[in-house]
């Protein structure tokens, strides 16, 4: 019964899942009556590392009937702010009815410029720029390293608290 729970649970977010974007940075900007509604996986960015990301056009954002605007183009230019390198530039085909999901990686460490504009056949629906800092390699290995710290300290709790109980339930003779 109880593993019956969390499959049932995801079967009801379901629907919202498909619709959702990844929850570490968040973009948000106003165009007019639509909103374009951007998230990716990872709360900061890192030089090399490849993140996943999903835009969308939403009409009635903050209501209950919103809706995602059809598209057929969604095209993501990251542009260094430093002006050293060219604009790197991808286009990923709008799906209706979903956010459109896409990954970049950042090929250094700096400030960038990430613009995102929607297309209906020539026509651009909505359009908008969102600053982006990337982190460098020496900060993803100390945010690894933290993170391993992290798993094997709690690895260690759980052994010694499994092993004091285990002590305590032992029968006495």
């Not at 991808?90 to 209706?96: T, V």
């Not at 600053?131 to 100390?142: H, K, M, S, Y």
């Amino acid at each position: 019964m109880l593993l019956r729970l969390p499959i049932v649970a995801l079967l009801l977010l379901a629907p919202a899942l498909a619709l959702a974007h990844p929850s570490g940075q968040l973009f948000e900007a106003k165009v007019g009556e639509l909103t374009i509604d951007g998230g990716c996986n990872e709360i900061a960015f890192y030089a090399g590392l490849e993140t996943f990301c999903s835009f969308g056009i939403i009409e009635g954002a903050g209501s209950f009937d919103w809706t995602l605007v059809p598209h057929d183009v969604l095209t993501v230019t990251i542009t260094p702010k430093d002006g050293e390198s060219a604009p790197i530039e991808q286009s990923n085909p709008g799906e209706p009815e979903v956010m459109t999901f896409f990954s970049l990686t950042f090929p250094r460490a700096g400030d960038y410029t990430m613009n995102v504009r929607f297309t209906e056949g020539t026509d651009v629906i909505a359009e908008a720029a969102f600053p982006v800092t990337v982190q460098g390699e020496d900060q993803l290995r100390f945010v690894k390293r933290v993170v391993s710290a992290a798993v094997l300290g709690i690895l260690a709790i759980i052994t010694v608290a499994l092993t004091i109980s285990a002590i305590r339930v032992r029968p006495r003779s």
